[in-house]
Structure formats: C-alpha cells, structure tokens
C-alpha cells in the first residue's frame, strides 16, 4: 500500500503560507509529495526553499497559472488536478500550503489507509479541523467554517477537485475545465481518518495577512486580474478575538519556530467596533447564532452544512 502526498504552491514564501511546515508533517507518511508549482513573482523563494528541503520524496511539476481560462478560484482546483494526476499512489493525501498534520495521528491515519485499501467502497477519508484565527493560541468552531472535509482520495481519475479545491467530487464526464459544474458529479462516499487538520491560513502578521487576501480576492474574480505581485501597506482586521476560544491543546511539533516567531499580539483585540469595517463571516449575527443553538442543544455538530461527502458507518462490516 502507497501513499502519495499532493498539493500546488505559488508565492507561497512570499504569502506566509506555511508550506515547508506543511510539507515536513506528511513526509513521514506519503512515499512521495507531489507538487504543482507555478511560475511566481519576482523575489519570491518558493521554488528554492523547497529544494533546499534535499527530501527525494519531493517531485515538483513546473506550471503556469491561466487565470483568464479558470477565473472566479477555479485555479486553485486545475492546479490540484495537475497534481494529483501525478501521483503513484494508492491513496492521496492532499494538503494545502497552510494545512498541518500533528505527528500524533500518522500511525492512524496508516491504519486507516491499510484497512479500507482493498475495500472499494471507500473513496475517501475526512479530517476534522480545527481552525485557528490571529494567534496561535485562539481558534474556534463557528458555524460559519467547515468543520469536516476530505483530504484523503481513492487514486481514480474520475475523482477531481471542485471550486476552488477545498474538497473532491466523483466526476466520470468532466471536461477538465468547468471546476463549478455539479452536473452528473456524486459526492464520495468516506470514512473518518481519524484524524485532525491544523488549519493556519489565517495565522500570519497582519501586514501579510492582508497581502494573502487580496491575492485570494484577486484569484476569485470572474476575470482575470492581471499580473504582478500584491503590494499592501494596510494592515489585516483580524476584528474581535471575543468570538474565538484559547487552544488547550498541542500543535503539531513541526510549527514550533512559526509559533515563536508570534509578535503580533498587540495588533489584536478582544472587542473592535463592527462600524466603519467589513464584519468577518463568523461575526455576523446569523452565524453566531447558529453556532450558539449548534453548541447549546447538538453538542457543537454542525447543523445545514453543506458536504462534499457521505460518510460511512465505521463498524466491523465497514
């Protein structure tokens, strides 16, 4: 039984993403990391940090971005097809540049992959997540981000990334370019892996926060922005740090250096008025109130989320 790892980068030195972290998490996994790396922006190191890495696990396939031909953040979905139509691997695990495994579920996460590898009608694993929010130190579970996905696959060319690859559809007659249409598409049927996802997309110093938002913003236009590099002199609003909660627990060990770079502390603030500033979605009224009713009377299960999956009982005739 192999596991492939697979991802896609761009400017992702240059972004803050936590790439290198990301990537250190699963090699003790995968037998090989597949990436898609995209031609960046001057002075961006990306490319050469991850060379640097001296891992033979490593297998980089040089890309290009077509922003005009996938619009609207369905780039980053052709990007993770690329990569994951490289892999050799039974299973694949995908992981995006800001999504950290904790070395304490690798041994799990095998098991799981031995188990079902011969067992055809499992298509998929699901990680829960848990995300972080300003500081390393506060994350949260709100109603208004998913709190479950998909980041293990079957290898079978009719699986691809969907949107703008946050998860996975079975898609038999996809014509390699509408990465939004649902049309004849199912959802995968999945096991738990049994394991968590340590997401720090939204962990970096604000001024690099907001150079990473507007690159997002940019990628999710219908048309295409434009090249060049981001350049932001403001500062990111991570708003009120109120509607988060402490993290108790441990963080994958590979993030200990990034944690004790935080210096941004001061920047953060437990209430910031909401006039005068766009509220962020777990701010809002409708969302904190579906997340009171989820914790008060559901134990936290989130209520009406949309799934990319169906996820199987995980009993001895599964």
């Not at 033979?56 to 993770?80: C, H, M, N, S």
Request: net charge neutral; aromatic share 12%; proline share 4%.
């Amino acid at each position: 039984m192999r596991i492939s790892g697979f991802t896609f980068l761009r400017n992702a030195d240059s972004l803050g993403y936590p790439f290198l972290e990301a990537l250190r998490s699963a090699l003790p996994l995968v037998d090989e990391f597949v990436i898609a790396l995209a031609e960046g922006d001057s002075g961006d190191a990306t490319g050469e940090k991850l060379r640097a890495l001296g891992s033979e696990k490593i297998r980089l396939i040089p890309t290009r971005w077509d922003l005009d031909r996938f619009p609207g953040g369905t780039v980053y979905a052709r990007q993770t097809d690329i990569a994951k139509e490289a892999c050799g691997g039974d299973w694949l695990l995908y992981l995006q540049a800001d999504e950290i495994l904790h070395e304490n579920d690798l041994e799990g996460i095998r098991s799981r992959c031995d188990k079902f590898v011969d067992d055809p009608r499992v298509e998929g694993m699901v990680f829960d997540y848990v995300h972080f929010w300003g500081s390393f130190n506060r994350h949260f579970r709100s109603h208004a981000w998913y709190a479950r996905e998909i980041r293990i696959i079957r290898n079978d060319p009719d699986i691809h990334s969907f949107n703008d690859a946050q998860s996975f559809l079975r898609n038999p007659g996809f014509d390699g370019r509408n990465y939004r249409n649902k049309t004849g598409t199912s959802k995968l049927d999945c096991v738990h892996s049994g394991a968590r996802m340590f997401h720090y997309g939204h962990v970096r110093p604000p001024l690099t926060m907001e150079a990473k938002s507007l690159a997002f913003q940019a990628h999710h236009r219908e048309t295409s922005p434009g090249g060049g590099p981001v350049d932001s002199h403001e500062a990111f609003e991570y708003g009120a740090m109120k509607f988060t909660h402490p993290f108790e627990g441990s963080h994958p060990k590979v993030m200990g250096n990034r944690i004790a770079s935080f210096d941004w502390g001061d920047a953060l603030h437990e209430d910031v008025p909401a006039k005068g500033r766009v509220l962020h979605k777990h701010e809002r009224l409708r969302h904190r109130m579906a997340t009171w009713v989820e914790d008060r009377f559901f134990g936290g299960r989130a209520l009406f989320q949309s799934e990319h999956f169906r996820l199987l009982e995980d009993k001895s005739k599964v």
